[in-house]
Structures are given as structure tokens and as C-alpha cells.
T-cell receptor
């Protein structure tokens, strides 16, 4: 099992450009999440999904959109990148059962200039 | 919603000493408390977790304790080694059946073990 795979690993964007981050999991998990991590701020939830075709907003959703067309994939989109979106992005998944741990991907380091 | 406070934000210990990181949570419905370790440039990885029906859990040099009445839980690392140096995150989770699907994280503790 590969677990949770994120692509790309690194990306540099100019302000106003768009991009999509891809997350794929092979553990048949129902729940998937996108977090951003900034120095001193911990892990902040952007959006999450509790099943195929469903998405919900987290703590910091503005400027991002998500889609979950297939159970194993969760896409994070930036329509018009801003320097404030420079961050490390982590995707995670977990089983639906109570007390299941989060499994994280390796992260995507995004820089917006 | 749930709020998790974590202290201290940084911690330095001598190799061989013990380290303790404490977290408090706000929602009494929370019943699952994992701890994650994140080494520099890597992803967070689960190191230990505890459920609300258990007061303490140990795994070799690490242990977690839970006080439901006071709504706090702690991570204890004994006989620290340089490879324990990392950022540690606590988290709390309300059961999905209660309508929440999120883990709420503390802001992290940077642990430095000095050889």
C-alpha cells in the first residue's frame, strides 16, 4: 500500500495563477482532509470530505475549492493564487469508524510570488 | 466547536531526561486523543493514541495520560534521545456519530533533545 500520495511535491506560482493539488489514497478511507501548515500556526483545516461527492468547509476555506469525484481522490484547487497561500499543504485520510487515526501524505510545498 | 490548547510551544531537555507535553480540550464529547510527531521536512506521523475509556497508555518510552474530569491529556517521553527531537502535535476528536468528522489539533511543541 502506498497510503496517501500527494502531487506535486513542490510548486512555485505567480500571483493570480491557478493550480490543482492532487491527493490519492489506497486504503478505502471514507474521510479525506486538506490542511495547511504555517510556522507557529500548527495544522489548519481547509476543507474536508466524508464521502464521494461530498465536501465541507474547514477553518480556513477562503481562496480554495475542492472536489471528491472518486472515493480515492481529493483535489484542492487554487483559482487565483495569492502570496498568503504560500504554505505546506498536507492531505490526510481516515477510516469512518470512531477513533480512527489520520494518515498524512508527504506534503506539497507551495510558494506564491 | 472543539478547542485544543498545547503547552509548552518549545521544550529543551538534556539527553536521558524526561519530557512532558500537555494539552487541554474544551468539548467533553471528545473521546479520541492522538499524538503526532513531525520531523523536519516530513509529514506528521501517529506515535500513540488514547481513547476516553482509558486513563493511561504506554508504548516503550512514550506514554499518554488522560484526565477526563479536568479535560486534559499529556505526552510523556522518558530517557529522551536526540532522535526524539521533532515537533509534537496533540489532537482531540468528537465521535463521527455526534456529527463531527474533524480532528482538532494543538499548535505543536518543538522538542529539542540536547546531547
Amino acid at each position: 500500500n502506498a497510503g496517501v500520495t500527494q502531487t506535486p511535491k513542490f510548486r512555485v506560482l505567480k500571483t493570480g495563477q491557478s493550480m490543482t493539488l492532487l491527493c490519492a489514497q489506497d486504503m478505502n478511507h471514507e474521510y479525506m482532509y486538506w490542511y495547511r501548515q504555517d510556522p507557529g500556526m500548527g495544522l489548519r483545516l481547509i476543507h474536508y470530505s466524508v464521502g464521494e461527492g461530498t465536501t465541507a468547509k474547514g477553518e480556513v476555506p477562503d481562496g480554495y475549492n475542492v472536489s471528491r469525484l472518486k472515493k480515492q481522490n481529493f483535489l484542492l484547487g487554487l483559482e487565483s493564487a495569492a502570496p498568503s497561500q504560500t504554505s505546506v499543504y498536507f492531505c490526510a485520510s481516515r477510516d469512518y469508524r470512531d477513533g480512527s487515526p489520520l494518515h498524512f501524505g508527504n506534503g506539497t510545498r507551495l510558494t506564491v510570488t | 466547536g472543539e478547542n485544543v490548547e498545547q503547552h509548552p510551544s518549545t521544550l529543551s531537555v538534556q539527553e536521558g531526561d524526561s519530557a512532558v507535553i500537555k494539552c487541554t480540550y474544551s468539548d467533553s464529547a471528545s473521546n479520541y486523543f492522538p499524538w503526532y510527531k513531525q520531523e523536519l521536512g516530513k509529514r506528521p506521523q501517529l506515535i500513540i493514541d488514547i481513547r476516553s475509556n482509558v486513563g493511561e497508555k504506554k508504548d516503550q518510552r512514550i506514554a499518554v495520560t488522560l484526565n477526563k474530569t479536568a479535560k486534559h491529556f499529556s505526552l510523556h517521553i522518558t530517557e529522551t534521545q536526540p532522535e526524539d527531537s521533532a515537533v509534537y502535535f496533540c489532537a482531540a476528536s468528537i465521535p463521527p456519530g455526534a456529527g463531527s468528522y474533524q480532528l482538532t489539533f494543538g499548535k505543536g511543541t518543538k522538542l529539542s533533545v540536547i546531547p
